[in-house]
Nanobody
Framework: QVQLVESGGGLVQPGGSLRLSCAAS????????MGWYRQAPGKQRELVAA???????NYADAVKGRFTISRDNAKNTVYLQMNSLKPEDTAVYYC??????????WGQGTQVTVSS
């Protein structure tokens, strides 16, 4: 069973940047797509960005132009570069892998807090 481990979260001021990493314990080439979700207190988990094995990308409207998702197959790692962060970006960010036909995989989450 491949495991996903996120890192890179933390506290940042509005307008700042963070880069999240999601390291997989096995090859990510097997996954049709990988992505980042987030969940703020009292809200549902929502898709932030996704990237397919062919490197096609998809972004939530709220982060377009500010966030960039990328993958390094050699390192079995997916990244989320977050720029121009806003307080409303505060959430726990989860790495996700589309493991069809097996159950989807999730990381444990990493907290991102945007506050002055």
């Amino acid at each position: 069973q491949v495991q996903l481990v996120e890192s890179g979260g933390g506290l940042v001021q509005p307008g700042g940047s963070l880069r999240l990493s999601c390291a997989a314990s096995g090859s990510i080439f097997r996954f049709y797509a990988m992505g980042w979700y987030r969940q703020a207190p009292g809200k549902q988990r929502e898709l932030v960005a996704a990237i397919t094995s062919g490197s096609s990308t998809n972004y939530a409207d709220a982060v377009k132009g500010r966030f960039t998702i990328s993958r390094d197959n050699a390192k079995n790692t997916v990244y989320l570069q977050m720029n121009s962060l806003k307080p409303e970006d505060t959430a726990v960010y989860y790495c996700h892998a589309d493991n069809y036909p097996r159950p989807d995989l999730w990381g444990q989450g990493t907290q991102v807090t945007v506050s002055s």
